[in-house]
DNA sequence: AAACATTTGTCCGTATGTATA
DNA sequence: ATATACATACGGACAAATGTT
């Protein structure tokens, strides 16, 4: 009997790694709630390790501000509010402009071509109203030009600020949304702006990609509770 | 006998904790070098703890970019370059501005009392080429700042990539110097557009306040390298 | 190519410290 | 306030995986 070489990759998965993955899924997803106890022996089990791997991961996301340890006492989801918008988009508008600064100095014709595929799909799926394949399609466009960057830095902070937005769409909005309304011209004008090497355009229309759904957002968030209180 | 009270703080610094910091400081100072290896248990024996609390650091510095973890096989401190000022700096540029604009929001006029009183010691210890204490004033007025922008993200972000910034000294210049050119200059319009509440300007000198720098670190080791060859 | 040696990844037991009754 | 329970922090040992002779 052949065996199938359809064995992708035989990457041997550690635990730490599986044990952080899925942590960091509950979290984002609010499976573990903001604020909620983390109790390392219970994940461990559930999870089918020991707490070895589980205090390790516990320990990249307390680096990636997902979990917040009291020493000795106790390690808890970080409680997250409304405002946080307004700490968690910032920088990621700054450090995104500054990667497609990075990126308009080193972009191929190739990775030109390829976003403007990615943008065409986006556009697609918004039009399908297909709103999680258009926020993949969002995070792909990203990502595409954060690997033109070539910036470990960039990479990283970015990925886990962009982390904590889904964290926050899941639990103020119950689900991972995407603001659509001019993503699709911000992102051609990106694009054209990339194949013209012109960085100071580039930057600028990137933070405003994403400081403007940050404050559709604020502003949402912010009727819903005046609605609240007026109903209340 | 009485016992002094004078002991400052028990505080039970964990095994962990010490270290974090130990092996950090080893790293930016150069006493581990650039693509070393490192053998946890080794770590741990000189460190006088056991393996468990070396790791879980070693976790947070591989989340940090201090060390590269090749599962199974080794773990090594990350490699640098000198081409790498330019993917340490604008990052850091970048969040600094934000966390500069952000300051300007919130800033007392304590805050600006102080910058100001740090500024002036920073121009007295450049004066008097304690290069050190100007480095450690220079960090002072950044950290200062990045209290009152009073963003989390923003903190770690800024502060890790400021050690990676000590650590490219360290091991390019050998020592952590800091570029005083217009440096005193800079920090008092920083200082002058926050009082002004003026976010744009003082984001700009921000800015200005690291490129410029990195230029000039970039500059100076293009010029030592072409030497080498000329010499060689 | 196979067995070895080294090093990592994991498990589990224990003690210290914190919160609760 | 004392005692109790419990979770965390750490240590030591085992096993799996990698590179080497």
């Known amino acids: 009997m052949p065996i199938p070489e359809n064995v992708p990759k035989m990457e041997r998965i550690s635990a730490k790694q599986r044990a952080l993955e899925q942590i960091q899924r509950w979290i984002t997803e609010g499976t573990l709630r903001p604020g909620e106890k983390i109790l390392d022996g219970e994940l461990a089990e559930v999870l089918g390790v020991s707490r070895t791997p589980v205090r390790e991961?516990?320990?990249?996301?307390?680096?990636?501000?997902?979990?917040?340890m009291q020493p000795g006492c106790a390690t808890r989801v970080t409680p997250i509010r409304r405002e946080?918008?307004?700490?968690?988009?910032?920088?990621l508008a700054?450090?995104?402009?500054t990667a497609v600064e990075m990126a308009a100095e080193r972009v191929t014709?190739?990775?030109?071509r390829s976003l403007r595929r990615i943008n065409e799909r986006f556009a697609e799926a918004l039009g399908n109203k297909a709103f999680y394949d258009a926020l993949v399609l969002d995070e792909q466009f990203h990502q595409t030009i954060l690997e033109?960057?070539?910036?470990?830095?960039?990479?990283?902070?970015?990925?886990t600020l962009q982390r904590h937005v889904r964290r926050f769409k899941y639990v103020f909005l119950r689900k991972a949304v995407?603001?659509?309304s001019r993503s699709i011209q911000e992102h051609a004008a990106i694009i054209d702006a990339l194949a013209r090497r012109d960085k100071e355009s580039a930057a600028r229309i990137?933070?405003?990609?994403?400081?403007?759904?940050?404050?559709?957002?604020?502003?949402?968030l912010q009727r819903e509770e005046d609605e609240e209180k007026g109903g209340a």
Chains 1, 2 share one sequence.
């Open 57 to 68: 991961a516990l320990q990249i996301l307390e680096m990636q501000g997902f979990v917040e």
């Open 84 to 91: 946080d918008v307004y700490k968690i988009y910032p920088p």
């Open 94 to 97: 700054a450090l995104d402009a």
């Open 109 to 112: 014709e190739e990775d030109i």
């Open 148 to 159: 033109a960057a070539d910036n470990p830095y960039l990479t990283s902070f970015i990925t």
């Open 178 to 180: 995407v603001s659509p």
């Open 206 to 220: 990137m933070k405003q990609n994403w400081l403007r759904p940050m404050r559709e957002i604020a502003d949402r």
